[in-house]
């Protein structure tokens, strides 16, 4: 059974940086990203990363963002700096069974984590 698990969310100034963490059980697919989701708004990508380590990122977050992943910790990371107000929102991660991400396609993703918030204050 596949499980996500994230952790690392928090409230940070502007210009501050968060680690987020996904620990990922029962999986070994070919692609995981991150999403987020802020109040009022729809689930958008973040960050997506293929099995030969290729990433896709957000135009709103290039540049300041960075997914990476641990295989032999089964961890899947989003190191975010330079936080702005308009990055609040909570962070999810998900895992794909497909071949490759092919970009932020939420239908491509079987499994989701319950989130994690991050709150960026001006």
């Known amino acids: 059974q596949v499980q996500l698990v994230e952790s690392g969310g928090g409230s940070v100034q502007s210009g501050g940086s968060l680690r987020l963490s996904c620990a990922v059980f029962g999986y070994s697919g070919h692609c995981m990203g991150w999403f987020r989701q802020a109040p009022g708004k729809e689930r958008e990508g973040v960050a997506v990363i293929d099995e030969d380590g290729s990433t896709t990122y957000a135009d709103s977050v290039k540049g300041r963002v960075t997914i990476s992943q641990d295989n032999a910790e089964n961890t899947l990371y989003l190191q975010m700096n330079s936080l702005k107000p308009e990055d609040t929102a909570m962070y999810y991660c998900?895992?794909?069974?497909?071949?490759?991400?092919?970009?932020?396609?939420?239908?491509?993703?079987?499994?989701w984590g319950q989130g994690t918030q991050v709150t960026v204050s001006s």
């Open positions: 998900a895992a794909s069974f497909y071949w490759a991400c092919l970009g932020f396609d939420m239908g491509r993703y079987n499994y």
